[in-house]
């Protein structure tokens, strides 16, 4: 495939428009909602997209009651018996900062110095916050105007998603294969696959989801969520010499319990973690969520011991009180389902490199819905999107990364079609 100098001004024009009309959407999660999706505003923002599709001609197109979009890309003639391969991106935004009235705003020729945000003189991005901003001096750069997150998480995959679409819909020459794609809701509070219906992917699929231009990514954390419950008594305190038992100031001292450099603050590269997310109670009764995350899951079950003797511990401490825990295991590495795919990962890492990038094989200090899709039987490994400092007010994107992104999904798509 030889995208011209032409097709790439085009890609990047239109790939850079969509993002600009995309993150202004408010399509953000809700935690701890009763419904799925979350909010209804992730119907109405893939109802969007629904009509964006049919104009560019793709076929099969299924919005489900759930929110999920499915749709197809018919093979140019003579490529139909040409592995399908899927295209995945997340239709919400993170709840951790609002992304209500997202206002972008494009920084031109970014000097290298300090960028300003024109709703929050306090705020500031600098290459101390982000040493890749060192790498896009002299390009654009996009952020909010500092009172919300930005949404390139996933908008920008999004948009490099349709983008790609507009392109074989225009250039009728570009030949490939059959392609699907498909976007999630609720990826955000790991619930992206949920209710997927994987008779509508492929046998081979990638999410444009990750960060940094260039970044492929195969390997996840091993993720649990733990809710730990503590029973307590309350007395009068007055009178409560020897009776009481202050669920919530033992709940607070069992955690202090953690070691402290296994927290997210003091953790980094293959290091992993234990996260409160969410303490709440009263010296009756306290609950806590606790979030487990390594790459290898001894170490997590090393630390599900280690809360299990400390439960045992305080129980004898304290007479009368009772510790419940409950686990659930959100998502396993995905380098366990994808060790033994190497044309998928090979083939990824060669369009990223025909895009003249820096191949960076990245470990996610997270996870994706690839994570869950591998371990249903979809390899599923994950490309970046060229966004930066996700789920803050800080979030940015170049814009040479909009396009860079749309180009390797291009070049990746071409390569399987060369294995007809």
Not at 132 to 143: G, M, Q
Not at 312 to 328: Q, S
Not at 377 to 401: M, Q, R
Request: aromatic share 10%; proline share 4%.
């Amino acid at each position: 495939m030889n995208l011209t100098n032409n097709l790439k001004a085009y890609i990047q024009d239109k790939t850079i428009k969509r993002f600009l009309k995309y993150v202004k959407v408010d399509s953000q999660s809700k935690e701890n909602a009763d419904s799925f999706p979350s909010r209804k505003e992730q119907i109405q923002f893939g109802e969007a997209l629904v009509e964006e599709l049919k104009t560019l001609g793709l076929g099969d197109i299924v919005h489900d009651k759930f929110g999920y979009i499915y749709a197809h890309i018919h093979p140019s003639e003579g490529y139909e018996n040409i592995q399908s391969i899927g295209f995945i991106a997340h239709l919400d935004t993170s709840p951790s900062v609002s992304g209500k009235n997202v206002q972008p705003v494009i920084h031109k020729n970014y000097d290298g110095g300090i960028i300003k945000f024109e709703e929050n003189e306090e705020l500031e991005l600098s290459p101390d916050d982000s040493p890749e901003l060192n790498e896009y001096k002299s390009y654009d750069i996009i952020t909010s105007k500092g009172d919300t997150l930005l949404g390139a998480d996933d908008k920008a995959g999004i948009a490099e998603i349709i983008t790609m679409c507009d392109v074989f819909n225009k250039f009728k020459e570009l030949k490939h294969g059959p392609i699907t794609i498909c976007f999630f809701p609720d990826e955000e509070l790991g619930k992206g696959t949920e209710h997927i219906d994987l008779s509508k992917l492929p046998e081979i699929c990638y999410t444009i989801d990750g960060s940094k231009m260039g970044e492929l990514e195969f390997e996840c954390f091993d993720a649990w969520k733990l809710k730990i419950n503590f029973k307590g008594l309350n007395v009068h305190p007055g009178y409560a010499k020897g009776l009481m038992i202050n669920s919530i100031r033992i709940a607070t001292q069992f955690l202090n319990e953690l070691p402290e450099n296994e927290i997210p603050r003091n953790t980094e590269k293959r290091e992993g973690f234990y996260h409160l997310t969410n303490l709440i109670g009263n010296p009756e009764e306290s609950n806590l969520t606790l979030l487990l995350r390594d790459f290898d899951i001894e170490n997590n079950l090393k630390r599900f011991e280690y809360l299990n003797k400390l439960k045992e511990l305080y129980e004898l401490r304290y007479d009368g009180l009772k510790i419940d825990i409950k686990r659930e295991h959100q998502y396993e590495n995905m380098k366990n389902y994808l060790k033994n795919n190497s044309k998928v990962i090979d083939l990824a890492k060669q369009a990223i490199l025909k895009a003249d990038l820096e191949l960076e094989i990245h470990s996610i200090r997270g996870g994706t819905d690839g994570a869950h899709l591998s371990a249903k039987g979809i390899p599923t490994p994950n490309i970046f999107t060229g966004g930066l400092l996700f789920h803050s007010k800080k979030e940015y994107i170049p814009t040479i990364a909009l396009k860079k992104a749309t180009e390797v999904i291009l070049y990746l798509i071409n390569l399987w079609a060369e294995l007809k």
